[in-house]
């Protein structure tokens, strides 16, 4: 089993829509819960921490669920501009931010 | 502005031949990591240093060397030991001790054995 994993997608939306991306991990330890956006064939970029009590910015909101080890993050009223990966990264116990990526979730809006 | 730099972003090597991929940082982050990134997978550790003159194995190690003689500088090797070297590979840098939790990713090197 892989220690972060993720939907491969694509998730293909219409403008408007919501959608919802999950990412599970293995390591009940793990510390600190991260989603990143990465545009094709560019760096990833942090869009968002995952907090316990979850946080919203935006459109977007990320969730934290330990007991089933999961995290989430959803997008209300998609824009074009959302089109892209999404990456999950979680942080294993221990120091320094050596974290540990899922291969992403691809996202597509079309008009 | 501050930031990490990576150099260069497209490399082609023949079969057999090392490269050294650049990557500077001016953001006075004490941490720096390498990662690579195949289609359709997620970022794999190669590499990572948290301070100066230190660095250990990441998750992915083999065929790869670098070196952290100083703190804003972290480059990679990619010796012909690397049985399949084509990829994309990012430097990260991050804040040590007082982290939170955030990479900061340069624009990354797009590495093609001929």
């Known amino acids: 089993r892989k220690e972060v994993e993720q939907d491969p997608g694509p998730f293909n939306v219409p403008e408007g829509a919501t959608v919802a991306f999950n990412c599970t991990y293995s390591?009940?330890?793990?510390?600190?819960f991260f989603w990143y956006r990465q545009d094709c064939r560019k760096e990833p970029k942090l869009l968002m921490s995952?907090?316990?009590s979850g946080n919203e910015d935006g459109r977007f909101t990320a969730q934290l669920n330990r007991a089933s080890q999961y995290i989430s993050l959803l997008i209300r009223d998609s824009k074009l501009s959302d089109s892209a990966t999404y990456l999950c990264a979680v942080k294993p116990p221990g120091g320094y931010n050596k974290l540990i990526f899922g291969a992403g979730t691809r996202l597509a809006v079309h008009p | 502005d501050g930031g990490i730099t990576q150099s260069p972003k497209y490399l082609f090597r023949k079969e057999g031949q090392n490269v050294t991929l650049s990557c500077e940082q001016n953001l006075n982050h004490d941490a720096m990591y390498w990662y690579r990134q195949d289609p359709g997978q997620g970022l794999r550790l190669i590499y990572y240093s948290q301070i100066v003159n230190d660095f250990q194995k990441g998750d992915i190690a083999e065929g790869y060397s670098v070196s952290r003689e100083k703190k804003e500088s972290f480059p990679l090797t990619v010796t012909s030991a690397q049985k399949n070297p084509t990829a994309f590979y990012l430097c990260?840098?991050?804040?040590?001790?007082?982290?939170?939790?955030?990479?900061?990713f340069g624009e990354g090197s797009r590495l093609t054995v001929l």
């Open positions: 995952v907090y316990s």
């Open positions: 990260a840098s991050s804040l040590g001790q007082a982290n939170t939790g955030e990479l900061f």
């Open positions: 390591n009940s330890a793990s510390q600190s």
